[in-house]
């Protein structure tokens, strides 16, 4: 059966949020510098650098960044598997 656009989006943002927070736990187990350490827990980022805007009256900042390590990556394919198997 085929999925909706909506519903591939939100497994892929599930599965690294999943992933993300996992991530966070074994980080916490985990002696800084360690080579595991810098396998599960350390990130890339990329993204847009931030745009501000002051308007006199108002003050605006936009911009993103996207975290992706390897309990990220592990996430969405665990995500993806079980989109796979839903219905």
């Known amino acids: 059966m085929k999925k909706s656009l909506g519903t591939v989006i939100l497994t892929v943002i599930l599965g ?27 990130y890339i ?24 390590n390897l309990m990220s990556v592990i996430g969405v394919f665990i995500a993806s598997q079980m989109l796979r198997w839903y219905r």
Do not use: C, K, Y
């Open 16 to 42: 690294v949020m999943i992933g993300a927070i996992v991530s966070d736990v074994i980080g916490l187990f985990l002696t800084e510098g360690s080579v595991a350490e810098q396998l599960f827990v350390r």
């Open 45 to 68: 980022s990329f993204g847009p650098d931030v745009t501000h805007w002051n308007l006199v009256v108002l003050d605006l900042t936009f911009g993103f960044q996207i975290h992706f």
